[in-house]
């Protein structure tokens, strides 16, 4: 069983953002949420209450650098 003390990315509306994605070069919020639902399969992220939970550190970190 995972830590339950993961990062939590809140504030997850910011990657769907219009500036966040033109910056980012990504064509639209679909694309977002293909790659979370992605990570979610590959029991990296999963969706909660409280916003996405990001099981790797590392990568929330990096993640939290995005925004």
Request: net charge positive; glycine share 8%; hydrophobic share 45%.
């Amino acid at each position: 069983m995972r830590s339950t003390k993961a990062p939590c990315l809140r504030g997850f509306a910011v990657f769907l953002s219009a500036d966040f994605l033109s910056s980012n070069g990504l064509r639209g919020a679909s694309t977002v949420r293909a790659a979370l639902k992605d990570l979610a399969g590959k029991d990296i992220a999963y969706k909660s209450d409280s916003g996405w939970i990001v099981y790797d550190r590392l990568f929330a970190e990096y993640l939290r650098t995005l925004q």
